[in-house]
Nanobody, 124 residues
Framework: QVQLVESGGGLVQPGGSLRLSCAAS????????MGWLRQVPGNQREFVAA????????YYAESVKGRFTISRDNAKNTVSLQMNSLKPEDTGVYFC?????????????????WGQGTQVTVSS
């Protein structure tokens, strides 16, 4: 069974930085596109960033372009999200997700595998 565990969330002031990490177990995910989504209470999960299986293509929501960077280390089965210049509207629970056997990114769905999420709060 595939398990994703996110870490690195926390409280940060506006303009600060955080680095989220997602570790996969139970599956070698080097053939899977991976990504991050976030959710605030009362809203649907929204796409943040994605990366294809070999790390050669990256995709970002317009709201985070130029501030966030997604990366992966297939040897370590990890995917990371470096978040800089954080804004209060970046607050939410951040989820890591993977697409089984799909090398290229397409929108994530309930059929994909998901982590439990990590809370990011941007506030002064």
């Amino acid at each position: 069974q595939v398990q994703l565990v996110e870490s690195g969330g926390g409280l940060v002031q506006p303009g600060g930085s955080l680095r989220l990490s997602c570790a996969a177990s139970g599956r070698t995910f080097s053939s899977d596109a991976m990504g991050w989504l976030r959710q605030v209470p009362g809203n649907q999960r929204e796409f943040v960033a994605a990366i294809n299986s070999n790390g050669g293509r990256k995709y970002y929501a317009e709201s985070v372009k130029g501030r966030f960077t997604i990366s992966r280390d297939n040897a370590k089965n990890t995917v990371s999200l470096q978040m800089n210049s954080l804004k209060p509207e970046d607050t939410g629970v951040y989820f890591c997700a993977g697409k089984v056997g799909k090398a290229d990114y397409v929108p994530f769905s309930a059929d994909d595998y998901w982590g439990q999420g990590t809370q990011v709060t941007v506030s002064s």
